[in-house]
Each structure stands twice: as C-alpha cells, then as structure tokens.
C-alpha cells in the first residue's frame, strides 16, 4: 500500500535529549513537510523540502533540524534547544515541486511527550 | 500573511441531521481550500477539496461552497452518521504554504 509512515507513534525525551522522528513515504512525491499540531491549534509549519538534500524553515523551525537525503525519507530532529517540545508531530507530503496548492497527504503522527 | 479563522470549534448534531462548517481567509491570493478529516490519535485525512475557479464542489454527502468575494468557504455535510464524528480543519493556499484553522469537533449523537 502506499502512503506515509511515521514512527514511532509515541516517544518521549529526556532533558537536554535530541530525539528523532521518521518519517517515510513510498507515494514518489517530491515534497515533504513537517507540521507540529497542539490542542485547540491550526496545524504549524516546522520545515519543508521541495527536493532532495535542499530543504527550508517554515514558521516555527527554532530548535528543530532535518535532512533530505533520499526522496522517500524525511526525518525530523526535536533538539534540546526546543523548550516545549510536547506536541502531536505530523509529517506530509505531496506530488509537485515547488507547488503548495496540491494535495497533501499526511502520516498517522507521533505524539512526542517530555519526561 | 494569510489568517484562516474556523467556526464553530464544537459541534453537536442528531444522526441524519446536517452539519455545517464554516471558514474565512484573508489574502485574496488563495486559491485552493481543502478539507481534512482527524480521528483521534490519527493524522488528518483529505475529504474534500475546491480550487478559486469553483464555487461548488459535492462528493456524496460533502459538499464545499467558496465565496471568493466574502473570503470564505464552508464544509457541509447531509446525513450524519456517527462515523463522521472527527475533527475537521479547514485550509487555504496561497501557493506558497498552506495554512490551516483550528479545527471543529464535530459529535453525532446516535
């Protein structure tokens, strides 16, 4: 089947702990984005990346980092920088580069949680 | 930068009866407003769909009017069942970024 795969569903992070999230896509599509969803809130941008190893910050990328090494995979590094890191993370993708008005299709999320 | 505002943020409705949704935008830029549908723990799914060039799109029992003058648009939907109790959002498209409301829970009381 194709679609998006995120792992894992639920993680937690220490203090002063960098902590990666995954994110996989077997749907060939060239771009993928990182959102960051908090109760009662619009889904934020984090970063995006229209094609491989280039990729750019979104609204809210302070204390995050990633890398597009492959076109299937995305991952999305929460550093120790990022204070409240708490959130459901969703990861997407769609079919154009370099175009945001096609669809976007997202994975199923990981809930990341502070200890 | 664009601002999209989603009202109601709850929503309760008797099964069969109808639900509405509404959204408004502010940069007459955008030109592509889909529909998400999240069940709980689950990313959010797209349901449906309009671009600027429309202003009326139906798929079974969704449907989504546009309004490019008034800057908004709006989610409807027939025939509740308790299967469509979810989260829906809203989003716009400029063509550089999507941004998105802040979501309707939406209940169908059986």
């Known amino acids: 089947d194709g679609g998006i795969t995120q792992s894992p569903k639920y993680l937690f992070r220490k203090e002063g702990q960098n902590v990666t999230l995954s994110c996989e896509q077997n749907l060939n599509h060239d771009a993928m984005y990182w959102y960051r969803q908090d109760p009662g809130q619009g889904l934020r941008l984090i970063y995006y990346?229209?094609?491989?190893?280039?990729?750019q910050k979104g609204d809210i990328a302070e204390g995050y980092s990633v890398s597009r090494e492959k076109k299937e995979s995305f991952p999305l590094t929460v550093t120790s920088a990022q204070k409240n890191p708490t959130a459901f993370y969703l990861c997407?993708?769609?079919?154009?580069?370099?175009?945001?008005?096609?669809?976007?299709?997202f994975g199923s999320g990981t809930q990341l949680s502070v200890l | 930068g664009e601002n999209v505002e989603q009202h109601p943020s709850t929503l309760s409705v008797q099964e069969g009866d109808s639900a509405v949704i509404k959204c408004t935008y502010s940069d007459s830029a955008s030109n592509y407003f889909p529909w998400y549908k999240q069940e709980l723990g689950k990313g959010p799914q797209l349901i449906i769909d309009?671009?600027?060039?429309?202003g009326e799109k139906k798929d079974q029992r969704i449907a989504v009017t546009l309004n490019k003058t008034a800057k908004h648009f709006s989610l409807h939907i027939t025939e509740t069942q308790p299967e469509d109790s979810a989260v829906y959002f809203c989003?716009?498209?400029?063509?550089?970024?999507?941004?998105f409301g802040t979501g309707t829970s939406l209940t169908v009381i059986p």
């Open positions: 989003a716009s498209n400029t063509g550089n970024q999507f941004y």
């Open positions: 990346s229209q094609i491989v190893n280039d990729f």
């Open positions: 997407a993708s769609s079919e154009e580069t370099g175009r945001f008005n096609e669809k976007l299709f």
């Open positions: 309009i671009r600027s060039n429309v």
